[in-house]
């Protein structure tokens, strides 16, 4: 919060300042999704052909060892009951977050 506070401040005084993001994992759409609302000029890339970094290309049997409660970014809460996503779901969540923010 107090960071995009002040990237506020440094755009109103400078011209638009572009931001270019590689990877578009969990950290990257997070980064994407921030820079884009606080107003600066973001391209993000993925050498991937899907979203989701890593988890887009690991194991089919794949299962997080984290719960979706605590995975899931605060500014979007996963659906459902508390439980532990397989890679599939954990993928469709961040499709999900990327349709909700337009990303």
């Given amino acids: 919060e107090y960071i995009l506070q002040h990237i506020g401040q440094v755009l109103a005084m400078s011209s638009p300042k572009k931001v270019f993001i590689i990877g578009a994992g969990p950290s990257g759409l997070v980064a994407l999704k921030e820079m884009l609302e606080a107003g600066l000029d973001v391209i993000c890339v993925e050498a991937k052909p899907q979203i989701g970094g890593l988890f887009s290309v690991s194991y089919e049997e ?5 719960t979706n409660m605590f995975l899931a970014f605060s500014d979007f809460p996963p659906k459902g009951n508390l ?3 397989s890679k599939d779901e954990y993928l469709q969540y961040l499709g999900e977050y990327v349709d909700h923010f337009g990303l």
């Fill in 62 to 66: 794949l299962y997080t060892t984290t």
């Fill in 83 to 85: 439980k532990y996503w």
